[in-house]
Structure formats: structure tokens, C-alpha cells
């Protein structure tokens, strides 16, 4: 049976602040919601169960992609990065499977709550209960199983999807049950800058995926253009998250997010001048915890005007 400590390393919880991000902002802009235009907007219920489901979702989402990529044969000597633990011999496949097993039934229960919380037995149950179990489908194929779309180039455009526009949108429709066009904006920006920390990931390990047939979108555009089109997503975030900040603006707090601008320029400018993958390792927490604070920073923005 393997050790505490290495099945903590496969959940990754380091992901876990990311994993976050679009429930923060989603509940943060419902907060809004009430401020505007009265109560019933914002339930605690609902954000205590959106965390907790995203968090067994991005946890599934780890174990899947270590049990998957072990078996498609990218997890070798050649991968940057920390050593997995299907990798190692620290858990075996069977053992990996099993936990993926429980985490779907975890996963699946606390949406379902979720979702009936929120929103009752209604049609509208059903299409998100339908939304759910795509989640779930998206995160154990993204590296799993024949197929996995992660190995086609897909990873970024499903980031963008689920840490984005569903990850903001579904949360203010949750709390909300409704939503309105210009939350599309800060909903596009953690989008793209979560789709900026896979694209660090598949830029650090391009040589090596390139190599197991891993054909992720830095691989088909290649490393210098996957580069620029890291710059395109960092820079669409902000263009977003400025242009929804100047559209509803209220007070300076708003604007408090900017705080981690340098951050963000800083990290830009190592990617876009990195020469070798393997330098861009710690470019990859760096973003991640970057994104999460500027989540932090803009939803505290909101709540601060409410």
C-alpha cells in the first residue's frame, strides 16, 4: 500500500489554488450581482460545494493524467519535472485506478449537491448535470485511456472551457441562475491565463512529448511560436480583465487586481526570452500561483464596492 506522502504528491495539490480561481471570480461577480440588484445572488452553500467539487474534479484530473501519461509511455527518464507516481513504483496502476474510481463517485456526488442546491429539480438541473458529467469525462481523458484528447492537442482549448467560461459563467448562474453578457470578460481572462500555465507545462515538456507522440498544441506550433501564442493568451487575459474593470467600474478597489501586473510581465518576459524548455519549470508554479492571486485580488475588488 503506498505511503500518505505519495498519494498527496499524486494529487498535485499544488494545482489545487488554480483549480479555484473561476469559482472565486464566478461567486465574487453573484456577490456583485446582489449588491446591484438585491439579495438572493450569492449563496455560501453554493461556494462551499463549487470548491469542493472543483477541487475533486482537479484532483481526478491528476490522478487520471499520471496513470495516463505512465501508460502512453511520455512519464519517462526524459521529463522535466517532478517524478510521478505511477512513474516511480510509488502506486501501482491497479492502485491508481481504484482511487480515480472513488474520486469520480466523490466528484459526482458533490456536483450533483451542488447542482440541486443551487438550482433544485428543474430542466435546468438536467443541462448541468449534464454540463457536470462532461467535467468529469474531460478530466480523466484528457491523458487517460485510447484517445485522450490531451494527446491531439485539445488540452488548451478544454482548459479554456472549464477553468473559463464554464468555471465563471456556471458559477454565477449557480448562485445567480442567471448571467449576463459582460461576465464573458473576466471569464475569457482566467480562461486564457489558464490555458498560459498548460502551455508553460507543454513548453517545458515539448522535447519529450514531441518524442512519446504527446502532440500538445506547443508541439504543432513548435517552440518559438508556442511562445507567441503564449503572449497572445497573457495578453488577452489583461486586455479582458481591463475592459470588464473599465465597464463597471464604481471605485479605485476594482482596479486593486493590477497589483499583480508586474507578476505576470515579469513571467511573460522570461517565457518569451527563454531559449531552452527546461529553464521554463519554474515559470510554471509561478503563473499558476500568479493567476490565483490576481483571482484573489480582482473578486476582493468586487466585494470591497459591493
Known amino acids: 500500500m503506498a505511503d500518505l506522502k505519495h498519494w498527496l504528491s499524486a494529487f498535485r495539490l499544488r494545482t489545487l489554488p488554480l483549480a479555484v480561481s473561476s469559482i472565486i471570480v464566478g461567486s465574487a461577480v453573484a456577490f456583485d450581482f446582489e449588491d446591484r440588484t438585491g439579495p438572493g445572488h450569492f449563496s455560501e452553500s453554493v461556494l462551499t460545494l463549487a470548491l469542493l467539487t472543483a477541487i475533486l474534479l482537479q484532483i481526478l484530473s491528476n490522478l487520471a493524467n499520471d496513470l495516463g501519461d505512465h501508460q502512453h509511455g511520455t512519464d519517462n527518464a526524459e521529463r522535466v519535472g517532478p517524478q510521478r507516481a505511477v512513474q516511480s513504483g510509488a502506486i501501482t496502476p491497479a492502485q491508481m485506478k481504484r482511487a480515480m474510481i472513488v474520486c469520480v463517485a466523490l466528484t459526482f456526488t458533490s456536483g450533483i449537491t451542488l447542482i440541486v442546491t443551487a438550482l433544485g429539480f428543474s430542466v435546468t438541473t438536467l443541462a448541468f448535470l449534464l454540463l457536470g458529467l462532461l467535467a468529469i469525462g474531460a478530466a480523466v481523458k484528457y491523458t487517460f485511456g485510447r484517445n485522450p484528447y490531451g494527446y491531439a492537442g485539445l488540452g488548451d482549448l478544454s482548459v479554456f472551457l472549464f477553468f473559463g467560461i464554464v468555471g465563471v459563467c456556471g458559477t454565477v448562474f449557480l448562485h445567480a441562475r442567471h ?77 486593486g487586481w493590477l497589483i499583480t501586473l508586474p507578476a505576470l510581465g515579469t513571467h511573460l518576459r522570461s517565457v518569451l526570452r527563454a531559449h531552452d524548455p527546461a529553464s521554463l519549470d519554474p515559470q510554471l508554479k509561478k503563473l499558476a500561483l500568479t493567476t490565483f492571486f490576481t483571482a484573489l485580488a480582482f473578486s476582493a475588488g468586487l466585494i470591497l464596492v459591493a
Open 179 to 255: 448571467i449576463e453578457p459582460i461576465i464573458l470578460l473576466p471569464a475569457i481572462a482566467f480562461g486564457c491565463f489558464s490555458a498560459g500555465v498548460l502551455n508553460v507545462n507543454n513548453l517545458r515538456d515539448i522535447k519529450n512529448d514531441k518524442a512519446s507522440g504527446k502532440i500538445t498544441m506547443a508541439v504543432r506550433l513548435g517552440f518559438d511560436a508556442a511562445k507567441g501564442y503564449h503572449g497572445i493568451l497573457i495578453s488577452s487575459g489583461l486586455i479582458a480583465l481591463i475592459a470588464f474593470t473599465a465597464l463597471t467600474f464604481r471605485a479605485m478597489p476594482q482596479w
